[in-house]
């Protein structure tokens, strides 16, 4: 049988919106679940209204009408501040306070984000290495040209292709050196993605890992 909640500071979800959270209208949003197991949000704010956005991405949420979504979508009823609403659709079904799904998926997100970070790292060390040879290899035809230039009787005169090699060797360092855009952007996230779902404060590495919350002791 399928199931159907209307989520709002009135609606008949399992959990509470206070009225401290303006943005949300009575009746916000329609969370329903099919009788094949699908999951669906529904805007009932209206097309001028506050609006139903889903997160579709670290950093980014998406507007939504009527969207197909999963029991782990996270769900902001209304526009970003402190008026509105963000939960995990997967509260619609979940006993109040109990909160075990949602700290059991913030581990597997936080273990996939430190999986990506050391990831982008070994990439960066094999580019540096990449780079590191490619200079050494220049810095030696650089050498060779020197002596080579002098055993002629050209001099100084006869080093000019060493301009060559340093331009190859600096654009090889540039090219092919170490990325630390996507590092420094996955290390921003850290703060504001890994908090606790009860009381939005950060949470360390090892209260994620232990699934429990040191700020409110939640678990």
């Not at 916000?28 to 609006?51: F, K, M, Y």
């Not at 273990?111 to 590191?132: C, D, G, Q, V």
């Not at 030696?140 to 002596?147: H, K, N, P």
């Amino acid at each position: 049988m399928s199931q159907e909640f209307i989520i709002g500071r009135t609606g008949n979800q399992p959990f509470k919106i206070a009225d401290a959270y303006s943005g949300v209208s009575h009746q916000h949003a329609r969370i329903t679940i099919t009788d094949s197991g699908e999951w669906w949000v529904e805007n009932l704010s209206g097309p001028n209204g506050n609006g139903v956005f889903i997160k579709t991405a670290p950093d980014r949420f998406e507007r939504v009408e009527k969207r197909r979504i999963s029991e782990d979508t996270i769900i902001r009823l209304g526009e970003n501040s402190f008026k509105s609403f963000t939960f995990m659709a997967h509260r619609a079904i979940e006993k109040p306070g109990n909160y075990a799904y949602e700290f059991l998926e913030l581990r597997s997100r936080f273990r996939l984000y430190k999986s990506a970070i050391a990831e982008a790292e070994e990439a960066n060390k094999k580019r540096m290495k990449m780079a590191n040879t490619i200079m050494a290899i220049f810095s030696i035809i650089s050498v060779g040209i020197v002596v080579g230039s002098f055993l002629l009787g050209k001099g100084i005169t006869g080093c000019s292709p060493m301009l060559f090699t340093g331009l190859v060797a600096t654009m090889s360092r540039t090219l092919f050196g170490p990325k630390t855009e996507h590092i420094k952007h996955l290390i921003s996230l850290r703060q504001s993605e890994f908090v606790c779902p009860v009381c939005g404060m950060p949470m360390t590495d090892l209260a994620i890992n232990n699934l429990k919350c040191l700020s409110c002791k939640s678990s």
